[in-house]
């Protein structure tokens, strides 16, 4: 979703304005801006579309002179991607740029506002008149900024520049992400770290109801009551070449490649001095006292959630089940005595997984965060967080965090059984080496994904059981990247209605890799093809029969979902090649989700 960068110090700021947005690209956005200030006033330049058009109408930032400045990519919520509705906004004073939602700015309006000639369709235009508003009657600029803080209702993370405090810059947050870089005779200001870690790799968090005032030597943070806070910087453990994609043409499909890579890190992070792989025991103490795991999540991050579901329940005998965040918090099941929550983020900062997170902390149940953020909102306000180590994921499109998911929540599962189970380090390893050779074979995927898929308006994945969930998260990467219309079908629910939509040439694709349900599934696959389906099926060696196309060796079958989802990885990334698709920014979409 929309990105903030600011910065304040001495070198010509728009080309690092200009830098910032091109490293929060990878949110998702339809129109970028910039405002720059020098002893002249402040220059905004604005365009809609991708960020090369303001990198061209600024030739790279060059044709802007100042030192201190914001800048925004914003994806549109109030109002259509316009140069009008695109960020920064002013008033006769203030510029800012904003991301979140102002949920009372009717109210708002009519009560401090009328007779304002706004120029946009934006909730956020509001906030810079209101700031105005305040300074005119007397207040200064922080205690206009504690007035807005008590007024305005959402979720906003702001970018403050006052034409009348030209050494400062501010920051303000509730809710949406943001993070102060601290740097040696300069500051910044990023939605997320990648915005500035080619300038600092040490960053102050700030927290919902606080705000910020910046100079180019100083950083002071203040709850909103104007009590300054002592908070020290830490060091993010990511560095510049982890954000840029080197030789492969888009991120996802180096992102695919690092997944070995990420389940070996993932064993060696999660072992002890003794080489066992090993959970902070609180975690499995409680997970072992609660009657019932409830996992949350959104998306691709659910799904690994329902592969979780499955390794508690077989593994630690634990009941669990895995909630799509937006449903649970309008829509709460009646809880168990004694809940544990798991949240599921690659980001950290899902608007509708921390929904649920207030609730239920609220209600002082225990949980424990699995993310890929370290510092992330949703790591913060958890009692746990055990992390990915998946490096940033820069395609909209996840495929290491979901593997990498699933690995943790292995390790987890396995760690919490009071039966000595699989032997969960051999098991990885193994998984490991089983990706690196489906890895080799891609030349395979792009083939078949060009044979099924160039054409295809719609299309089928069918499982059973944990090869439905896979079917869903495969079906899942396939339409957000290719925009085929493609869905996740428990295999043998297709009898039951959806089998009407099959017809001559409508691409199905089977996995099967649970021994229980190979005949099952099997039957199915006949079903529709005598129905004229165009049928491919992945199966693992030891299940496999001679017409199947993918072959995948065995590993243990309660890690198979690790395995069996890379090949539909690769044949989204190629379905979507062959349509000439924007793979790594598919339209629409954002990666990190947060607004509701
Ligand atoms: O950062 P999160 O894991 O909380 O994001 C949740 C979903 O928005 C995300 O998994 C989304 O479905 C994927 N980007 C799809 O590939």
Redo the contacts with the bound molecule.
Sequence with gaps: MCGIVGYIGDKLVAPILLEGLSKLEYRGYDSAGIAVCDENGVTIEKAVGKLENLYKKTDNGTTISGTKGIGHTRWATHGKPTEENAHPHKSERFVLVHNGIIENEEFLRSKYLKGVNFVSETDTEIIPWLLDKFTQSGEDTEMAIRHLMSEIVGSYALAIIDRENPDVLYAVKNKSPLLIGKGEGFNMIGSDSMAMIANTNMFFEIHDKEYVVITKETVKIYTQYGKLIDRAPFKAELDLSDTEKGTYAHFMIKEIEEQPAVIRRLIQKYADENGDISVDKAIVNDIQSCDKIYII?????YHAGLVGKQLFETMAKKPCDSYIASEFVHNTPLLSEKPFFIF????G??AD?RAVMVKVKAMGHKILTITNVKGSTLSREANYTLLLHAGPEIA???TK?YTAQIAVLAILASTVAKEPGLDIKYELSKVANVIETICSESETYKYLAEKYLKNARNAFYIGRCVDYYVCLEAA??LK?ISYIQAEGFAAGELKHGTIALIEKGTPVIAIITQENINLNTRSNIEEVKARGAKTLVISTSSLSSHNDKIVIRDVHPLLAPIVSVVPTQYIAYYAALCKGRDIDKPRNLA???TVE
């Design positions: 999540a959104c998306g691709t991050s599921i983020s690659q980001s900062e899902t997984s909209v499109a996840s965090a899942l990467k957000e990666k990190s989700v």
